[in-house]
């Protein structure tokens, strides 16, 4: 995926601006398309900077504990692999 030019906190900005003014107006600003900006607005709708912020902190830490869930549910595997041999 291609990043992207703009943080979250910019996007937001942005919308924010697109809201008081015109949408082609804010989009002209800052030199992106309408159709990005009405993407955006999908994605973050009436978000502020700070629930950006938290929701990427909330994503960060649900990644965190999958791969902690997925490392234990190996390690549980492997050791029933090992009890299941008969010696």
Same mark, same amino acid.
């Given at each position: 995926? %291609?990043?992207?030019?703009?943080?979250?906190?910019?996007? &937001? !900005?942005? #919308? /924010?601006?697109?809201?008081?003014? *015109?949408?082609?107006?804010?989009?002209?600003?800052?030199?992106?398309?309408?159709?990005?900006?009405?993407?955006?607005? %999908?994605?973050?709708?009436?978000?502020?900077?700070?629930? &950006? !912020?938290? #929701? /990427?902190?909330?994503?960060?830490? *649900?990644?965190?504990?999958?791969?902690?869930?997925?490392?234990?549910?190996?390690?549980?595997?492997?050791?029933?692999?090992?009890?299941?041999?008969?010696?």
């Amino acid at each position: 995926m %291609k990043k992207s030019r703009f943080t979250e906190d910019q996007m &937001v !900005r942005i #919308l /924010r601006e697109a809201d008081q003014t *015109s949408v082609a107006a804010a989009a002209k600003t800052h030199g992106v398309s309408e159709q990005t900006i009405y993407t955006w607005r %999908k994605s973050y709708g009436e978000l502020k900077v700070n629930d &950006v !912020r938290h #929701l /990427r902190s909330l994503e960060k830490e *649900s990644a965190r504990l999958k791969k902690l869930l997925a490392e234990r549910d190996l390690e549980i595997e492997v050791m029933k692999e090992i009890n299941a041999k008969k010696w």
